[in-house]
Every structure is written in structure tokens, then in C-alpha cells.
Nanobody, 116 residues
Framework: QVQLVESGGGLVQAGGSLRLSCQAS?????MGWYRQAPVKEREFVAR????????NYVDSVKGRFTISRDNAKNTVYLQMNSLKPEDTAIYYC????????????WGQGTLVTVSS
């Protein structure tokens, strides 16, 4: 089973940007990002197909976040722009066996804090 390690989280002011990275230990299929804010349910953020040709996002981040991947480096990224305090959460990298399937592998998470 592949292992996923996230990095790039931190503290940023509202309106700022961060780029999260997720390094996989091997080849991956559909990759995604989920997040969990304090006292809230974990929610889907974005996913990308194995080729990178298909992506989708939760409505609240459309136009602000971009998911991408570099298969040669076994890495997936989440570029987050125009950050808002409500984006504060632990962000988890995931892998799924299919585009519509639930994640089967999760990273340990990286904390993003957006101050107002």
C-alpha cells in the first residue's frame, strides 16, 4: 500500500496563498485532498485523475484552489490562493482506486491556519 506524506501547511493571513504537497511512496491512481476544520465533519476539497486531465472541486474553493500532479515525482499539489479564515483546517492527501470511489489511503494531514 502506498504511503502519503503531506507538507506545506502553516499560518497565513487572509488573502494569502499556500501550496500543499503530497509525496507518495510509489505510483498512485486518483489523488485527492480532504480537510477537517475544528468541530466539523471531514469534507472533500479536490481530486485529480491519474493522468491529470480531470479534476473537480468543492464549490467553496472553486476559482481559488488548484490541484495538480507530477507523476514523475509521485507528488500531488494543492495551490491555495485568496485564502479565507474558513479554510482553516487539517488538510489530508488521499488516494483512490477510481475517480468515483472513496479514498483508500490517507496521509497524516497538514495544518493550515488562516488568520483574519
Amino acid at each position: 500500500q502506498v504511503q502519503l506524506v503531506e507538507s506545506g501547511g502553516g499560518l497565513v493571513q487572509a488573502g494569502g496563498s499556500l501550496r500543499l504537497s503530497c509525496q507518495a511512496s510509489g505510483r498512485t491512481y486518483v489523488m485527492g485532498w480532504y480537510r477537517q476544520a475544528p468541530v466539523k465533519e471531514r469534507e472533500f476539497v479536490a481530486r485529480i485523475s491519474q493522468s491529470g486531465g480531470r479534476t473537480n472541486y468543492v464549490d467553496s474553493v472553486k476559482g481559488r484552489f488548484t490541484i495538480s500532479r507530477d507523476n514523475a515525482k509521485n507528488t500531488v499539489y494543492l495551490q491555495m490562493n485568496s485564502l479565507k479564515p474558513e479554510d482553516t483546517a487539517i488538510y489530508y492527501c488521499t488516494e483512490s482506486g477510481s475517480y468515483s470511489g472513496n479514498p483508500g489511503v490517507w496521509g497524516q494531514g497538514t495544518l493550515v491556519t488562516v488568520s483574519s
